[in-house]
C-alpha cells in the first residue's frame, strides 16, 4: 500500500517531522515500533496528546531533539507553567544573543549584589531586579537553545556523540 501525501493545511510539529522524513503512518509507525500507524494520526490530527514516552520515541527516531521542548512547553500542563519554548537557530545567533545578555548582567551584577546584600529586595528595587532577572532568564534561554542545537548536530550526526560525552565529562 502505497501512502498518499497530506494536503492538509494546519498540520501539527509531528506530522511535519514524519513527513519532513518522507514517512507514511505505517513506515513511522515501523520505525517508532511501538506507536500504531493509529496512534500517530490521532496526534498528527490532535484528537490525542501524545505521552512523554511517544514524545520521547519520536524525537529520536526522527531526530528532532526539539519535539520534547515543544512537547514540554506547549502540551504537559506543568511544563506550560515552567518550560520556555526554544527554538533552534543558527550558532551565530545563540551565541551573540548570549554574549549580549551576558555583557548586560555583567554591567548590572554590582546593582545585583547592593539589591541582593540584604536577603530581601525593597520597593525601591524591585524595577530593578525584576530588569536584571529577564537578562537572566534570556541567558537561561540561550543555553536551552544551544543545549538543543547541539542536539539537533548529534541528532544529524554533525558532532561526534562519543567525542561531546567526552569532553564533557
Known amino acids: 500500500m502505497v501512502g498518499r501525501a497530506s494536503t492538509k493545511e494546519n ?3 509531528y506530522h511535519i517531522c514524519r ?8 513506515k513511522a509507525s515501523d ?22 514516552d511517544e514524545v520521547l520515541l519520536m524525537s529520536e527516531k526522527y531526530k528532532k531533539p526539539n ?6 512547553s506547549n502540551q504537559c500542563p506543568i511544563g506550560q507553567q515552567y518550560v520556555p519554548e526554544v527554538k ?23 546593582r545585583l549584589i ?8 525593597g520597593s ?4 530593578d531586579f525584576i530588569c536584571i532577572q529577564e537578562e537572566l532568564e534570556h541567558i537561561s534561554i540561550a543555553i ?10 548529534i541528532a544529524n550526526g554533525k558532532i561526534n556523540l562519543e567525542l561531546y560525552k567526552n569532553k564533557s565529562k
Open 11 to 13: 498540520k501539527n510539529i
Open 144 to 153: 536551552e537553545s544551544l543545549q538543543l542545537w547541539s542536539e539537533q548536530m
Open 67 to 72: 519535539l520534547c521542548n515543544y512537547y514540554c
Open 31 to 52: 520505525l517508532l515500533e511501538v506507536i500504531a500507524p493509529e496512534r500517530i494520526e490521532k496526534i498528527e490530527n490532535e484528537k490525542s496528546l501524545p505521552h512523554p
Open 19 to 26: 513527513e519532513e522524513l518522507g514517512l507514511t503512518r505505517e
Open 114 to 121: 547592593e539589591i541582593t546584600a540584604d536577603g530581601e529586595i
Open 124 to 127: 525601591d528595587e524591585a524595577e
Open 88 to 110: 533552534i537557530k543558527d550558532l551565530s545567533q545563540i551565541v551573540l544573543k548570549m554574549l549580549a545578555s551576558l555583557n548586560t548582567v555583567n554591567k548590572r551584577k554590582d
